[in-house]
């Protein structure tokens, strides 16, 4: 039986997905809220610290600063939020 994907690397594959193309700004504004809050119990258990860190750079800096943004500024800003969860995860979160 395969094994399912952690909640993280769920999260992380939508993020990726936005930023490569193969989904729509509409897609992100959509679903991004609906799939944190779906997935985040899971991630909390699973590393309570990037959890907080992921909701810190993809809920609170990405999407609400994210509004009002043109989609090519936009892309930017959720590429320049994952770049900065990446660096925090190599670094270690506290």
């Known amino acids: 039986m395969p094994r399912q994907k952690t909640g993280m690397a769920f999260m992380k594959e939508f993020v990726q997905g936005y930023l490569n193309g193969s ?7 959509l679903d991004f809220i609906h799939y944190l809050i779906k997935h985040y119990p899971k991630m909390e258990r699973e590393d309570a610290e990037a959890a907080e860190c992921f909701n810190f750079f993809f809920a609170e800096r990405g999407f609400d600063h994210g509004m009002g943004l043109t989609d090519v500024d936009h892309k930017n800003h959720i590429k320049q939020c994952f770049d900065d969860f990446l660096s925090a995860e190599i670094d270690g979160f506290l």
């Open 23 to 29: 989904l729509e700004r509409l897609d992100w504004d």
